[in-house]
């Protein structure tokens, strides 16, 4: 078992940017509403169900405080691209360009999405990282596909339920929006289910490259912090 003093992490940086992408992208693609089959969801949630396999790897080698920390940064890069949209939306357009109208329609949801996602993935992904980090003591670092999926399962109802509700209630129709959550809730959690075995191997790799293996005995499980140790 790996301490979990100050040390440089080879990965730890490259593993934020990619996180901070998935969370921004996925942002900006809810703003349209799909289907495929039965399932009516929002085009996010093709990609976003990837934040939470990188929370589940966070937790499991750098331990709750290494994966709070990108989490906060995640919400950091999404409360400035809200900002910069609604900022830019406000401002009049130039002449000659008109396209105002279109960008309303769609950009301006972002505030809406962006707050939507801060309450749910707050409550979701935390809820996700301290479920996994206390399994992982609890289980002596055993079965880790029973850990992902157990706290995937309570933290992608709350985030999927919140985001849904926060973003889509009053704009879609009382029916809808129950398909929605269902079909998100189903599908994030099949994706996670589906990439087990993917995990496994990159969560393999950064122990490997990393040499750490974090377990969290005893800690204080503090939101609002950013500290990684």
Not at 58 to 71: N, P, S
Not at 113 to 126: N, P, Q, R
Not at 176 to 191: D, H, P, Q, T
């Amino acid at each position: 078992m790996a301490s979990t003093q100050s040390k440089t992490w080879k990965l730890y940086d490259l593993t934020l940017g990619l996180f901070v992408a998935v969370l921004m992208i996925s942002n900006i693609a809810s703003t349209k509403i799909t289907s495929l089959g039965p399932f009516v969801f929002d085009g996010g949630t093709i990609l976003f169900p990837l934040s939470y396999i990188f929370g589940d790897i966070l937790t499991e080698v750098y331990g709750f405080k290494g994966a709070r920390r990108i989490i906060w940064a995640g919400f950091g890069a999404l409360l400035l691209m809200v900002l910069t949209i609604t900022t830019v939306g406000i401002m009049p357009a130039a002449g000659g360009w008109d396209h105002q109208e279109s960008y309303e329609n769609i950009l301006m949801l972002a505030p809406r999405l962006g707050l939507a996602s801060f309450l749910g993935y707050l409550t979701g992904s935390f809820t996700n990282s301290v479920i996994l980090s206390r399994l992982k003591v609890k289980m002596a670092g055993q079965k880790l596909w029973v850990r992902t999926i157990a706290s995937t399962l309570v933290g992608e109802g709350f985030d999927t339920v919140i985001f849904c509700l926060v973003a889509f209630l009053g704009v879609l129709s009382p029916d809808v929006l129950w398909v929605l959550i269902v079909s998100n809730y189903i599908f994030k959690v099949a994706i996670e289910v589906l990439l087990t075995p993917l995990t496994y191997r990159v969560v393999a790799f950064y122990k490997r490259h990393e040499t750490e293996d974090v377990y969290d005995h005893n800690i204080d499980y503090k939101i609002f912090s950013v500290r990684k140790t």
